[in-house]
Every structure is written in C-alpha cells, then in structure tokens.
C-alpha cells in the first residue's frame, strides 16, 4: 500500500501516542504534540482517508481514532526504526547473561525469560532447544541388574538425558563396554535427525551377533530422544496488569488462561527460523491469539536455530522497544552460546 508522505506522518503520530497513553487521538492532540505542520481541520481531513484505507478506526462516537491491526502493521513495516536498549540495560542484559550459568542451557534461558519480563514489561516466553537437533556428544550405557541398562546421553548443549533400556538377555561388563564404545564412535557428532538407517546398519554390522540387544537399546533410545519435548519457561504474566487494556477483569483472566496454557504458548512459539518476527492481532492462525501481538526472534548455536524467544502482549505494543531488546538478547545470548559450544 501506497500513501503519502502526510498520511505516513499521521499515521505515526496516532500510533505513537496511542501506545503512550492508551487514548483515541484527536486531530488536536497531533496538531499540538507532534508538530506535524499541518491544521487540524488538514488532519482530519487525512485522517478521513487512513480510516477509509482500514488503517485507523474510531472505537466509538465522538472519540479520536486508534490504530487498526492493518494500521500497526503499515507502522511496523514502513514507518518504525527498530529501537535500542539504553546503555544502562545493555550492560544488564550482558552481565546477567555472562554470570549465568551457561553450562546448563534450561537454567540460562529460564533466567533469560525473567529478564526480558522485566525489561520490556510484558510477558516473555522462551522454548528451550530441541534435543533432537542437538549434537551427541557422549553416550553411556551403565548396568542396573542383569537384564537392565541406562543409556546416558550428553548433547553440545549440555542437555542429559537417561533412558531405561530392559535387554532381552543378560551380557557381559565387557561387551556392554565394547556396544557402549561402538555407539559413541558411530552416534557422536550426529543429531538425533541424523540417525538413519544407514547408521544403525553399520553399528548392526559391527556388532554381529549382537542384534537382538542393539534392536533393544537403538529403538528406544532413538524414540526417546526424538520425541523429547521442548520446554517453554514464562515470566512476567502479571505485568499484564501494568497495561490499561487489562483494567477490564474479563480481559485480564482470559489473557491469563491463555498463558497458562502450555501447549497453546508452544504453538505460538516454535516453529520460527526467522530472526525475528511480528504478528500482530488478526494475524495470527490461533483465534484465541488474535487479541494480542506476538514478536519473537531465534536464538543460534553455531548459526543453527535451536530455539525461540519473544514476548506476548496487546496490538497496542511498544513494537520498537521490544523488537530493539529481543535482537539485543538474541545476539549476546548466541555469542555466548557460540563460544561455550563452539564446534
């Protein structure tokens, strides 16, 4: 859509006051406040023509006007700098991710969600990585009893994970040793996703003889590493509170269920490998979603996406603010990542 360089400033000055106060914005009030150097009667007339576009609306007789969905987007897209973190916070962010404790990625992005709460003042969201695209680093398979196995699996991301593995006939301390060894050599370096079959055949291949307790341990440890879900840490719910849209009791309990929700935050959160990115209201596939804005960004480890971060609040979103913070998070969280797993 093409407007012009009147209708744009307009535009940009309802929807900056509109985030600011929470109130319909009058043809008065940008006279005045933003200097646009048009009359008022001029910036009704322009405001006429945004409402006739679908880019602003009137909520009720005699109001000023809000931004519409399409109008936040237009704003978004062509006519909003991205903003910065303040030095201040900045340093905040850095410190408090440095002094995490990044050997232990679920802790570092738990604390990461609180953060981003605090600082955006909106509630934050964070899906932990994939165990399935993370890289095997280690695997051990130890002896509980006679026809009972763990099999412990250490990833590049400092993910653990123990599967209880029953065998179907005992084996020696040695040979578990010499499976436990052949597993390293074939399954280390690889993903989960790069298990195939031709992997498992040449383990099978080496260890002759010994299929009816490979097809025991690889089934079941390839399943359980597969299917491992993705954790999502929240933060800062309550800060709904602190938005007037939320004065209303009903509104703010819906937007509570909805947070509450696990399984719906999930399908908000993952699934993006872009950088970062808005849906804002209608625009989002979730109809109890079309409410609210949504802006979330990737986090990387050796420039592989692992996982999402973002915030979930009203359309009327301070979009510069949280966009500039979320990139600031997302580029000193994947140094840090890069130089503790560091191929």
Known sequence: ???????????????????????????????????????????????ADLEELGLIKQPHTSAGRIPSDKGYRFYVDK??????????????IKNYIHLSTINEVDKLIKRTAKLISEVTNYTAAIITPSVSKSVIVSLKLIPVNESEIVAVVVTDMAQIKNVMIKLPRPISPDMLLKISSMLNEKLCGLTVEDINLSVISSIQEELKGYNEILNSIIPLLYDSLKTNQQKLYLSGASNIFSHAEYNDVEKAKEFLSLVEDGDMLRKI?????????????????IDEVKKYSIVKA???????????????????????RVMGVLKCFTDILNDVLKTTYED
Do not use: W
């Open 1 to 47: 859509m093409e407007i012009g360089d009147r209708k744009k400033a307009i535009l940009s000055a309802i929807v900056r006051d509109y985030i600011q106060t929470g109130e319909p914005v009058g043809s008065r009030t940008i006279a005045k406040k933003y200097e646009v150097g048009f009359s008022s009667a001029t910036i009704r007339n322009e405001m």
């Open 79 to 92: 006519l909003m700098e991205i903003g910065s973190p303040t030095k201040e916070e900045i340093e905040l």
């Open 269 to 285: 959160f993952i699934g993006t490998e872009n950088p970062l990115e808005i849906s804002i209201g209608d625009e989002n596939d």
């Open 298 to 320: 990737t986090y990387s480890i050796n420039q592989k996406p692992v996982g999402s971060i973002g915030v979930i609040g009203p359309t009327r979103m301070n979009y510069s």
